[in-house]
C-alpha cells in the first residue's frame, strides 16, 4: 500500500472518529427510543336506524329516497330491475322518527334483482351528534329483503371512525311501504 493511500485512510478514521465523538458528546448521533408498539385495535359496536321514505308518485315531496334512473319504458320502483335510487335519510337513536338525530345517511341503492327485493347499496354515514360526531362511516353491500338480516362491509370513515374495518347488519324493524325503518348494527375496529 503506498504512502498516499495510507495518509488518505489515517484521515478518513481520523475524520470518523472526531465526527463520531461529536455525535455523541451532543447525544445527537443515536436516535431516539423507538416508540412503543400501537395499542391493539379498538372494537366497537354502534346501533342506529335509518328513517326512509320510499317515493312512489304520490309523496315525493316528503320522500327521502328517489328514483332517479332505471331502464327506459319500465315504471321505475323498488321491484323494477335496474331502477336507481338516491337517498338522504336521518339516523336516529330509536325507530321513532322524532328521536334524536345523530346525522344523515346519503348513498345510493339500485335494484339489481331480477325479481327485485335485492338492491345493491352503498352509503355513508354522517354524524353530527353522539360519540362519532364529525365522522362518517362508509358501507356496501347487498341488502335481500327476504332475508331477515342483510350484512355490509364497512369500507373506511374519517376522523375518529378513520380506517374502521367490518361490518354492519341491516334489518327492517318497520316495514309499512313507503315508510321503512331499518336498524343498523355497525361492528367495526378502528387502528389506534
Known amino acids: 500500500m503506498s504512502s498516499s493511500y495510507r ?12 465526527v463520531t465523538c461529536t455525535y455523541v458528546s451532543e447525544a445527537t448521533f443515536f436516535p431516539p427510543a423507538c416508540p412503543p408498539p ?20 304520490t309523496n315525493n315531496a ?41 346525522g344523515q345517511s346519503y348513498g345510493t341503492l339500485e335494484v339489481t334483482g331480477l325479481k327485485g327485493f335485492i338492491y345493491l347499496v352503498t352509503s355513508t354515514y354522517v354524524f353530527s351528534s353522539g360519540e362519532f360526531a364529525g365522522s362518517t362511516l362508509t358501507t356496501q353491500g347487498v ?27 341491516y334489518q327492517i324493524v318497520v316495514n309499512a311501504p313507503p315508510y321503512f325503518v331499518i336498524q343498523v348494527t355497525a361492528n367495526f375496529k378502528l387502528a389506534a
Open 38 to 57: 400501537p395499542p391493539p385495535p379498538q372494537n366497537k359496536t354502534a346501533t342506529f336506524y335509518l328513517q326512509f321514505v320510499i317515493a312512489n308518485g
Open 62 to 102: 316528503v320522500a327521502n329516497g328517489i328514483p332517479v334512473a332505471g331502464i327506459q319504458g319500465t315504471n321505475f320502483g323498488l321491484q323494477q330491475f335496474g331502477t336507481v335510487y338516491v337517498f338522504d335519510v336521518n339516523i336516529t337513536t330509536t325507530t321513532s322518527p322524532t328521536s334524536t338525530l345523530l
Open 143 to 169: 341488502f335481500d329483503m327476504s332475508q331477515q338480516v342483510s350484512y355490509f362491509a364497512v369500507v373506511g370513515g374519517t376522523n375518529a371512525l378513520t380506517y374502521a374495518t367490518g361490518y354492519v347488519a
Open 7 to 18: 495518509v488518505l485512510a489515517l484521515a478518513l478514521h481520523v475524520i470518523f472518529v472526531l
